[in-house]
């Protein structure tokens, strides 16, 4: 951290912030910010919270060396009354969707009950959430006002800066990644500035508006979701070719301004959600996206894609499946949206003989009738499985040496 940064900001007022939702994205931000200022680290879940302030992270969603650093200085609750002396809020609920595919806001609406609930004059409050370009001012701001009895831009500041968290990845860390941010007026930006240059070592980039700040989130992962898209119908082309789409794309990748994308499928809850938001929010201006659309219905279907080739390979024999992870992608234990659980869920559905083995995950979070299906014991590895499917690769499963007596395959050996 730059020593003169951090007296800069403390001069200019002294923070000391709540970060709301120790997910994903709240935590590595809580631990960060700890190391700086004494924060407060808010979750609804009693039993999460409970847990962190002894340091363990069921979700593993930060280092423990970095909480166990973090409560030295720091605290974590899920009382609500405990943030009230905080005069900076940074919200980092999780924004999901409906079954319907519909933007979930609720998380970020309690936050927003919360927080306006304990809102003071002079106090700042920032979203790092993925939203649709428009919802700080359309929904978040309003909600603050009302709950406060405060007005924007008189008695506190709003700013927003999308989160860029890559779960499970170390080069791309928090404080060497750059940040978008942006504020209700002049002041409230150059306030968030000195904040997040007091403990990012990267460049800030400032957005004109909040909206802007908002749609150029949106845009990073709705370019990622269509990319990859493109990469899947590119590998079905490549697949009635006889060629490798793998190989195919590491040639291209060759040249300079190519975007090495591969093929694969698309879960968590960022890059497979995230176009619903925007798609929703366009139809409410009158306006259909149709590259979009598609691209989201190519990779939701490259599920059944999958689910159907592991069907023929099958046939009508009577095999046995082992299937490797379940998590949404390598190396994390992340299983929201995961694609992998989904393929596991309906091959069972059509009778199929299936176990399935992840050694990071928490099964306990599956329902009953999959967790059933996970094995528990790495002893039972040792049985005799037809068909053994790495759907996802984690690195641990370099020290398994797990075969099918009929076929082993990997997710790209399927798409």
């Not at 808010?42 to 363990?56: A, Q, V, Y």
């Not at 619903?276 to 590259?291: F, G, M, T």
Request: glycine fraction near 6%.
């Amino acid at each position: 951290m730059n020593k003169n940064k951090n007296e800069d900001i403390q001069q200019f007022f002294i923070p000391k912030i709540a970060v709301l939702g120790l997910g994903y994205v709240g935590l590595p931000l809580f631990c960060l910010f700890s190391k700086h200022y004494h924060c407060v680290g808010f979750d609804s879940d009693n039993e999460r919270t409970t847990l962190l302030s002894r340091g363990i992270d069921a979700k593993r969603c930060e280092k423990e060396e970095n909480i166990n650093a973090a409560i030295r200085n720091s605290i974590i609750v899920s009382n609500s009354n405990a943030i009230r002396d905080c005069n900076v809020f940074v919200i980092c609920v999780p924004t999901g969707v409906t079954s319907s595919h519909e933007p979930d806001l609720f998380p970020l609406k309690s936050a927003c009950f919360v927080v306006g609930s304990n809102l003071k004059k002079g106090d700042l409050v920032i979203f790092e959430s993925t939203v649709f370009p428009g919802a700080t001012d359309e929904i978040c701001i309003p909600i603050l006002e009302e709950y406060s009895g405060l007005t924007l831009n008189i008695d506190f500041g709003v700013g927003y800066s999308p989160e860029r968290i890559n779960v499970g990845e170390e080069i791309h860390h928090l404080s060497i990644t750059p940040k978008i941010i942006s504020g209700s007026s002049s002041e409230v930006l150059n306030k968030i500035e000195k904040l997040y240059s007091s403990i990012i070592s990267a460049p800030l980039c400032r957005a004109s508006s909040i909206k802007v700040a908002e749609a150029a989130k949106m845009y990073e992962n709705v370019q990622r979701d269509t990319l990859i898209a493109l990469a899947n119908e590119f590998s079905l082309y490549c697949g009635k070719e006889r060629i490798d789409s793998f190989e195919v794309t590491r040639c291209a990748s060759t040249k300079w301004n190519f975007a090495s994308i591969y093929p694969g499928l698309v879960g968590g809850h960022c890059i497979g959600i995230d176009p619903y938001y925007l798609i929703e929010r366009a139809k409410s201006k009158s306006l259909d996206l149709p590259l979009v659309s598609t691209a989201r219905c190519i990779n939701e279907n490259e599920t059944f894609i999958v689910i159907k080739k592991i069907s023929d390979l099958i046939g009508d024999k009577d095999c046995s499946i082992l299937i490797l992870g379940a998590s949404y992608k390598a190396n994390i234990s992340d299983i929201r949206n995961s694609k992998s659980i989904e393929i596991i869920k309906r091959l069972h559905d059509q009778g199929v003989t299936i176990m399935a083995f992840d050694p990071i995950i928490d099964t306990s979070l599956l329902s009953p009738e999959i967790e059933s299906l996970f094995i528990k014991d790495q002893s039972e590895l040792i049985q005799r499985y037809d068909i053994v499917i790495k759907l996802v690769n984690h690195s641990i499963f370099d020290k398994f040496n797990i075969r099918g007596t009929i076929s082993t395959l990997e997710l790209k050996d399927l798409i």
